[in-house]
């Protein structure tokens, strides 16, 4: 068997229902050596809201799921039913190709999604909703109070560096990302 992986369109934000009842009616029509693994791609991403880190996962394609499916026969009558079971599925579009001609995933690009989902599994990534010549103002440390605009943002170390003026003088400031709050 073959299997490659494909993108499928289905409603933006049912991405996880669609994927339960996808899986749920491939187990039904017994397909489930042809469509083994239903994935919705997503990165777990630390997040700042009201005032408290949390960490969520932020889908990376909204609006598509990624199937991993055995198309090398097409005209085999189960790859038949497993793409009709696919496409008659609610909140499903078809798959991602030409004139509904399911066109497969390279090796590279599987490789890369399924890295991408792992990395941020283990280590989520910082989400900072500010970029250069933002004006934030510091909610603490030595700096509480004053205001400044980004001159860099550093998601991989969850830093922002802020431009405040002392005594006159710009001085540049490294913060963490949750000490600034946009203005």
């Not at 339960?20 to 187990?27: A, C, N, P, S, T």
């Not at 489930?32 to 693994?37: F, Y």
């Not at 630390?46 to 969520?56: A, E, N, S």
Request: hydrophobic content about 40%; proline content about 6%.
């Amino acid at each position: 068997m073959a299997h490659k992986w494909y993108f499928v369109r289905c409603q933006s934000g049912c991405e996880d229902s669609v994927r339960k009842q996808l899986e749920l009616r491939i187990k039904l029509a017994g397909v489930q050596d042809i469509v083994p693994q239903v994935l919705v791609p997503f990165e777990r991403v630390t997040d700042l809201k009201g005032g408290k880190k949390r960490i969520v996962n932020r889908k990376l394609y909204p609006g598509y799921l990624m199937l991993q499916v055995d198309l090398a026969n097409p005209e085999d009558p189960r790859a038949l039913q497993a793409q009709a079971v696919v496409r008659e599925t609610g909140k499903v579009g078809d798959f991602l190709g030409a004139r509904g001609e399911p066109v497969p995933l390279s090796d590279g690009e599987v490789q890369s999604i399924l890295m991408r989902m792992s990395d941020t599994e283990s280590r989520p990534q910082v989400t900072i909703g500010l970029q250069k010549g933002d004006m934030v103002k510091i909610k603490s440390g030595a700096f509480d109070g004053f205001d400044g605009a980004v001159e860099d943002v550093s998601p991989e170390k969850g830093t922002v560096r802020v431009v405040v003026t002392i005594f006159g003088r710009p001085t540049p400031v490294e913060l963490e990302y949750w000490e600034v709050e946009k203005v």
